[in-house]
């Protein structure tokens, strides 16, 4: 299903989401930081037979991004390390999060271990995977009449 940013559902869910996170870590700026994991943006897209996942990862360095698959399931992790604040400088607004990441993605069905390929540019990781080949009808031996 493609987003649409004019949506006022999907407008309303944002506006939600950032209100609840500006009272919830409103005491100090940083705090969330430590404490709340982040979970970076994923697209999941189905053509025919293929799932492509995309995550969004900026900062994250290649090594520290971690891909498996677990039956039906794709799992991404890593870790993007917190950026330097200036000397004497404080927070006037902290947005960014860091630490450890994990993301759980339940694929549409399971999926050829052999076919999955990943892919890291510009701070967006994308993994393409196919499905598991349908067995259709029922195989014969050659020597039945």
Known sequence: ??????DPLERWQRDAERMFRDIVYSR???SHFSQEPW???????VSGR?????LELAGVPRES????????RLEIAGRRAPVSPLPGAH?????????EFRRVIELPWE???DSV???????MLEVWLSAVPQRTGIAVRSDEK
């Open 50 to 54: 293929t799932v492509r996942v995309i």
């Open 111 to 113: 999926v050829d271990p």
């Open 39 to 45: 979970a970076p943006p994923a697209d999941l897209m």
């Open 1 to 6: 299903m493609a987003r649409n940013p004019d």
């Open 65 to 72: 991004v971690h891909v498996r698959l677990l039956g039906t």
């Open 28 to 30: 100090h700026p940083a």
């Open 91 to 99: 927070y006037h607004r902290a947005e960014i999060y860091f630490g």
């Open 117 to 123: 390929k990943a892919t890291y540019r510009d701070g």
